[in-house]
């Protein structure tokens, strides 16, 4: 079993950044591939980005992509989002999640393939 906590949301001026952290506690042993997802208001939830195990793979949704550098820090059991150049469209409940699920099958941005999940948390971006 894995528990995710998400931290650093909070309201921001459209230009602005923030810097998403996701620390994982219990079952951290086991390599697991780390995504952020998001949900808007009367939307679905999306897939943000992802990193693998080692780092050394990224994938990103292409509204983000450019803005929004995901890593990660193992030692710390840690992943980051950085958004940078928010935009209010970029407003919403952001989630991350960790999957067993090897990076090589390319299935980085699928919802299932996620087992947990964070309580996730909420970025607000004025104009």
């Known amino acids: 079993q894995v528990q995710l906590v998400e931290s650093g949301g909070g309201l921001v001026q459209a230009g602005g950044s923030l810097r998403l952290s996701c620390a994982a506690a219990?079952?951290?042993?086991?390599?697991?591939?780390m995504g952020w997802f998001r949900q808007a208001p009367g939307k679905e939830r999306e897939f943000v980005a992802a990193?693998?195990?080692?780092?050394?793979?990224?994938a990103y949704a292409d509204s983000v992509k450019g803005r929004f550098p995901i890593s990660r820090d193992n030692a710390k059991n840690t992943v980051f989002l950085q958004m940078n150049s928010l935009k209010p469209e970029d407003t919403a409940v952001y989630y991350c999640?960790?999957?067993?699920?090897?990076?090589?099958?390319?299935?980085?941005?699928?919802?299932?393939?996620?087992?947990?999940w964070g309580q996730g948390t909420q970025v607000t971006v004025s104009s």
């Open positions: 990193i693998s195990w080692s780092g050394s793979n990224t």
């Open positions: 219990g079952r951290t042993s086991t390599s697991y591939m």
């Open positions: 999640a960790a999957s067993q699920t090897s990076w090589h099958w390319g299935r980085y941005s699928l919802q299932y393939e996620y087992k947990y």
